[in-house]
């Protein structure tokens, strides 16, 4: 759980990377994702951009305006974008996805664990078992719907031990599945991009960005964000060191007492499995200093479905998840 810190604390931290450095630092980090959106562009047939709404999926967004052209210009992103909904998500986040891409001009795909509940293929083991464990399962039906070659997304090295072992462009055999030992090697960018029929690429642009580049990324660009971001008043109850939000879905236990706290999220998700951290940061400079002083990663501080073993997130992966 990540306390409100004095912010006078960490400006002998700041002046370890000039403002001149950061900035080169965050150019590189952004030339290498906008050359990856444009090889997938270029390499593949049918690609799709996975587009939650969520903080790094908006700042591939904004590479990819930079890498084709912005609406004002005349551009527009040359591949849909893509959504797996499992119905509880945050209304603030699905509000935003619809109108930033509408903002953007791009052709939005939803598709929804709930359809596949509907027509058998998603079968939960109780009813309060949290859907975001058969995201795969949705996901894997577009794939087949749609013909899609190629899914761009916004995972990170940083987040997750799993997801520090895939390359940027990962292979996935005909199953959707992802073999953890037979990954192609990618020697000075270059990338292997050839597919038998019925295989797919996971490609990741800001595999090498940190949660860090992100948030001073965002602040440099001005990019919009959804408000659960930022502090905002919130019911919560901790529960096994997390905050988990009092809602419909998540209501409380017996014997159990919500708590009015000042609170924002890291990561935005399913409404089941993910929760705020204390913070009274309001803006993307303060949540960069936050970020400084944070020890513990943004989905191990905030995720409840990552804490179940230490393979959990492999093993998903294994089945087809993001």
């Known amino acids: 759980m990540n306390a409100p810190i004095n912010a006078n604390l960490l400006q002998p931290m700041t002046h370890h990377r000039p403002d001149h450095l950061s900035n080169a630092h965050l150019d590189a980090l952004e030339e290498e994702t906008i050359f990856i959106l444009r090889e997938v562009a270029a390499a593949f047939e049918r690609p799709t951009l996975l587009f939650s709404g969520g903080k790094d999926s908006l700042v591939m967004l904004k590479c ?13 992103i040359p ?14 986040v699905t509000d935003f996805r619809d ?28 009813p309060g078992e949290s859907r975001n464990v058969h995201q795969s399962v949705t996901l894997l ?3 087949e719907e749609f013909r899609f070659d190629a899914l761009i997304g916004g995972a990170r ?3 997750e031990k799993a997801r520090a072992k895939e390359r940027i462009f990962s292979h996935r055999d005909s199953f959707g599945q992802w073999q953890p030992k037979d990954q192609r090697p990618e020697l000075w960018n270059l990338f292997n991009t050839k597919l038998q029929p019925g295989e797919h690429f996971r490609v990741f642009p800001i595999s090498n960005w940190t949660e860090l580049d992100v948030w001073q990324y965002i602040a440099r660009e001005q990019i919009a964000l959804p408000s659960l971001y930022y502090t905002h008043k919130r019911e919560v109850v901790e529960r096994k060191g997390l905050l988990v939000p009092v809602t419909p879905l998540t209501p409380l236990k017996t014997g159990e007492v919500a708590e009015l706290r000042d609170v924002r999220f890291r990561t935005v998700g399913d409404i ?13 400079e303060q949540i960069v200093l936050e970020t400084l002083a944070a020890d513990v990663s943004e989905r191990g501080a905030t995720r409840m479905d990552d804490k179940t073993s230490e393979a959990s997130m492999e093993k998903r992966k294994k089945d087809g998840y993001f």
Not at 79 to 92: A, C, K, R, S
Not at 111 to 124: I, K, N, Q
Not at 274 to 280: A, D, G, I, Q
């Open 64 to 76: 990819a305006e930079k890498a084709f052209g912005s609406p004002a210009n005349g551009g527009k």
């Open 79 to 92: 591949y849909p974008l893509l959504m797996i909904d499992t119905g509880h998500n945050f209304h603030e």
């Open 99 to 126: 109108a930033r891409a509408k903002e953007l001009g791009a052709d939005l795909i939803v598709r929804s664990v709930e359809d596949s509940m509907a027509r058998g293929t998603v079968r939960l083991a109780h």
């Open 141 to 143: 039906e577009a794939i």
């Open 157 to 159: 090295r940083d987040e």
């Open 272 to 284: 089941t499995c993910t929760c705020p951290v204390e913070s009274l940061a309001a803006t993307p």
